[in-house]
């Protein structure tokens, strides 16, 4: 196994030992808001809207940080991965090798030697520009579309936000190098198409939903309380946009031809991660709605 799978293998157990954990503190809740380590534990899973019935002493509050700089996130992104995109273009339909920096990066990230001769194979100009896309739309429905309110993410996570797309940038290329077999079949290219589209379209339609509880008709802001979400997929799920974020992996998954098991790996990840963001968002529904659907999963339709 590479170092990238590790570290991916890595971040898929930790979100599933963090689920599991949370799972199990449920069972005794007259323990839940004395522990140390139970409110250290749930300051650095929960962020936004599932913090805030959190009992933190002002310590912890130190290592606070607005969670409408999730901006930043995708700012990143954008230049990170828009700038390997042009590079791997470059290398594969004008023949510039990729930087002595970069091709260093992924042979010790992948322990692939020879990756500086190697050129892309063209399915990864795909999974790059869809990245690029993902990461564009969702800069702009964060600084266009959504309405924030005083919600905060620790200082832990927005580190992780920030390196998390420099890092997936480069699993883009490391999937490319070990990556068995041949290159796209068509079908699974238009199958892979397909769900990106199709799940970056709910991703969308549910953030609307969900700025449309806080604007009247005309779009100014008139709340910032936490409303019960309701039409289009919310009929289904408490968070329709985490179930569409899984699909988009998948999507890029089949894109790049389903082969690699480096990208696998991120699927995992972020099936754990947005599983575990789901649970603690459904549960908060649950206990400070009453009418609050019963019919309704938290994370995949029908499923969970
Ligand atoms: N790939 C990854 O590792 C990863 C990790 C995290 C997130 N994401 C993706 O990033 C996107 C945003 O995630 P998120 O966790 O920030 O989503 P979120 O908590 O649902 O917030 C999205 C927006 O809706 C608002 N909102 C949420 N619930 C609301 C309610 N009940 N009533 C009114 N407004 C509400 C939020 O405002 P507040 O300011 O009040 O929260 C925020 O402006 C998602 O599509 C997710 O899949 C990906």
Same mark, same amino acid.
């Given at each position: 196994m590479s170092m990238i799978d590790v570290l991916w293998c890595f971040l898929a157990f930790c979100f599933f030992v963090a689920f599991s954990i949370h799972g199990l503190c449920e069972? !005794? $809740? !007259?323990?839940r808001e004395s522990g140390f380590m139970y409110v250290l534990f749930q300051d650095l899973i929960r962020y936004g809207k599932t913090k805030q019935s959190l009992r933190r002493s002002a310590w912890l509050r130190v290592f606070d940080v607005p969670k409408?700089?999730?901006w930043h996130f995708y700012v990143i992104s954008v230049c990170w991965n828009g700038f390997l995109l042009v590079l791997t273009f470059n290398c594969v339909y004008v023949h510039q090798p990729l930087p002595v920096w970069l091709t260093a990066v992924l042979e010790a990230l992948t !322990?692939? $030697?020879g990756s500086h001769s190697a050129v892309p194979r063209p399915s990864t100009i795909l999974l790059q520009l869809l990245l690029f896309i993902h990461s564009f739309r969702r800069l702009l429905e964060c600084l266009l579309i959504s309405v924030f309110s005083d919600g905060v993410i620790h200082l832990a996570q927005y580190a992780f936000g920030l390196g998390y797309y420099i890092v997936l940038g480069l699993t883009a290329l490391c999937s490319d190098l070990s990556a068995k077999g041949s290159d796209m079949q068509d079908w699974l290219l238009l199958l892979g198409c397909a769900v990106f589209i199709w799940a970056s379209l709910l991703q969308h339609r549910s953030m609307v939903l969900l700025a449309q509880l806080r604007t009247g008709k005309s779009g100014t802001v008139e709340t910032l309380v936490h409303r019960v979400p309701n039409g289009g997929w919310f009929e289904l799920v408490s968070c329709p946009h985490y179930f569409a974020e899984l699909l988009i992996y998948v999507s890029l998954s089949l894109v790049s031809g389903g082969l690699s098991l480096t990208w696998w790996l991120v699927v995992l990840y972020v099936f754990f991660n947005q599983a575990l963001a789901a649970q603690l968002c459904h549960e908060l529904y649950v206990s400070k709605y009453e009418s609050y659907p019963k019919n309704r999963n938290a994370f995949i339709p029908f499923v969970l």
């Amino acid at each position: 196994m590479s170092m990238i799978d590790v570290l991916w293998c890595f971040l898929a157990f930790c979100f599933f030992v963090a689920f599991s954990i949370h799972g199990l503190c449920e069972v !005794g $809740p !007259g323990e839940r808001e004395s522990g140390f380590m139970y409110v250290l534990f749930q300051d650095l899973i929960r962020y936004g809207k599932t913090k805030q019935s959190l009992r933190r002493s002002a310590w912890l509050r130190v290592f606070d940080v607005p969670k409408r700089w999730f901006w930043h996130f995708y700012v990143i992104s954008v230049c990170w991965n828009g700038f390997l995109l042009v590079l791997t273009f470059n290398c594969v339909y004008v023949h510039q090798p990729l930087p002595v920096w970069l091709t260093a990066v992924l042979e010790a990230l992948t !322990g692939v $030697p020879g990756s500086h001769s190697a050129v892309p194979r063209p399915s990864t100009i795909l999974l790059q520009l869809l990245l690029f896309i993902h990461s564009f739309r969702r800069l702009l429905e964060c600084l266009l579309i959504s309405v924030f309110s005083d919600g905060v993410i620790h200082l832990a996570q927005y580190a992780f936000g920030l390196g998390y797309y420099i890092v997936l940038g480069l699993t883009a290329l490391c999937s490319d190098l070990s990556a068995k077999g041949s290159d796209m079949q068509d079908w699974l290219l238009l199958l892979g198409c397909a769900v990106f589209i199709w799940a970056s379209l709910l991703q969308h339609r549910s953030m609307v939903l969900l700025a449309q509880l806080r604007t009247g008709k005309s779009g100014t802001v008139e709340t910032l309380v936490h409303r019960v979400p309701n039409g289009g997929w919310f009929e289904l799920v408490s968070c329709p946009h985490y179930f569409a974020e899984l699909l988009i992996y998948v999507s890029l998954s089949l894109v790049s031809g389903g082969l690699s098991l480096t990208w696998w790996l991120v699927v995992l990840y972020v099936f754990f991660n947005q599983a575990l963001a789901a649970q603690l968002c459904h549960e908060l529904y649950v206990s400070k709605y009453e009418s609050y659907p019963k019919n309704r999963n938290a994370f995949i339709p029908f499923v969970l």
